[in-house]
């Protein structure tokens, strides 16, 4: 049975404000037999809009697919989409060749490569896999973005054996042929990259971590094929991973960073500037032998959270944020018991309207995914609107309404919806009295 809602919403004409309580996790195993699992990643594949996960096992040297088939408990199908990619690191899903459906990416640490894995549709997918570089020494993170603004999804990794940060050049064709570009060689023990724009010239930068130099250091798109190199911290021992996202909703890219040696979550404000000044705040000074990082909105209050993983503590837990300046960090653990906790990713895996969480235990060769409770609805809810609350109303299933009365229905982004059993999400109700009532829709 699902809990209600935990939050309460005062309604003041269209801004509502959200408080929130503690949200509660309901931890449950996608898989408990991939073999160095280390990389974890949450997006529909298939197309039958169920969130689906995608894992690398990097002693198993393979990368792999679970369908969300739904249900309550939700049942995984399990698919495989490349054996013997030696030391498979890190994965993630885009639109490679604009066809349409998502492709999978890959790193592979022992065969030193990068590829991408077409989508054939199917039942099961088909998968057709194509190299997009060799000899890149120890791959670990792979990353994807438009990087030339030509419509085509490029390629990042982080070849840490070379100290490479680089990108490959998507030149649209069939079959796609990749371009090398090197933005940095001498980044000693290159993790982590990501793709941003940093300075609001509209043109994509890149930021990344390295391990053995201790630095996050963010490079400037010059827009010639010419990159300039901007330290962030050049003291984070052990960087391992970074983020990019506006942590403080103040327009500019912030970035945020886990170092394992340092034990330490740590984001930095993007002040602006030409250099662009960096301010620091620690969220977590005492997280030991962190790993990963990510950054997402985990209890709907408008304000970018943190989650990380502990590869010490074998935590996985997220640290939310106030909204407050400086922002006030709250940790919350949301498993202490994820034997070898690395990698960490946050999607609504149920399609009930919160954010859940999928982290892997890489001691135990284990996916989870952790179930928020944030918002649900009681199996006995008959749906029936109120003509006026002060809090959201939660339904499931068609809206009813009492009375006869004419209403109008609009999404977030203000859209009128026309019809009474739209997907899940959030909606506004206008009354011919002119009230306006917010509704989650989870089923």
Avoid at 127 to 154: C, L
Avoid at 312 to 330: H, M
Avoid at 356 to 385: H, K, P
Wanted: with cysteine.
């Amino acid at each position: 049975m699902k809990r209600t809602l935990v939050g309460f919403m005062l309604i003041t004409v269209f801004v509502p404000t959200m408080l929130l309580a503690q949200i509660g996790w309901t931890r449950h195993t996608i898989t408990g037999n991939l073999s160095g699992a280390c990389s974890v990643h949450a997006q529909d594949i298939n197309g039958d809009d169920n969130v689906d996960v995608l894992g690398t096992g990097f002693d198993a040297s393979r990368v792999c697919s679970w369908l969300n088939d739904g249900g309550d408990p939700i049942s995984w199908t399990y698919e495989l989409v490349q054996m013997s990619f030696l030391g498979a690191c890190f994965v993630s899903a885009e639109d490679i060749d604009g066809d349409g459906d998502i492709d999978v990416l890959s790193s592979a640490w022992h065969g030193n490569e990068l590829a991408w894995w077409e989508n054939g549709g199917g039942d099961p997918i088909q998968w057709t896999k194509y190299t997009i570089a060799t000899g890149f020494s120890n791959a670990h993170e792979i990353s994807a973005a438009d990087m030339d603004g030509d419509e085509d999804i490029d390629v990042l990794g982080a070849a840490a054996a070379i100290d490479e940060i680089a990108w490959f050049e998507n030149d649209g064709l069939v079959p796609i042929g990749w371009t090398r570009h090197t933005i940095d060689d001498n980044f000693d023990g290159a993790r982590s990259i990501r793709a941003a724009d940093f300075d609001g010239d509209s043109l994509i930068d890149v930021v990344g971590a390295a391990l053995l130099a201790n630095a996050v250091t963010w490079w400037r798109n010059n827009g010639d094929s010419t990159w300039t190199e901007y330290p962030i911290n050049q003291n984070f021992v052990g960087a391992h991973m970074v983020c990019a996202c506006d942590i403080d909703t103040d327009g500019d890219t912030d970035v945020a960073a886990a170092a394992y040696n340092a034990n330490d979550i740590t984001w930095w404000r993007n002040d602006g500037g030409s250099p662009i000044n960096w301010t620091q705040q620690t969220i977590d000074g005492s997280f030991y032998g962190a790993l990963g990082v990510f950054c997402r909105d985990i209890n709907n209050d408008g304000h970018i959270d943190v989650l990380g993983t502990s590869d010490i503590l074998d935590d996985v837990a997220w640290w939310s944020n106030d909204g407050s300046i400086p922002i006030s960090w709250t940790e919350h653990v949301i498993d202490g018991n994820c034997d070898g906790a690395w990698p960490v990713y946050a999607e609504d895996i149920d399609g009930d309207g919160d954010v859940d969480v999928v982290a892997a235990a890489t001691n135990t060769n284990t996916i989870y995914w952790y179930e928020s409770d944030l918002v649900g609805v009681e199996e006995d809810d008959n749906n029936t609107m109120p003509i006026q609350s002060i809090t959201p109303t939660i339904v499931h299933g068609p809206l009813r309404f009492p009375g006869a009365q004419s209403f109008q229905l609009y999404d977030i982004a203000g859209r009128e919806i026309k019809s009474i059993n739209p997907s899940p999400g959030v909606y506004f109700l206008k009354t011919t009295d002119e009230i306006i009532q917010k509704i989650v829709k989870v089923q």
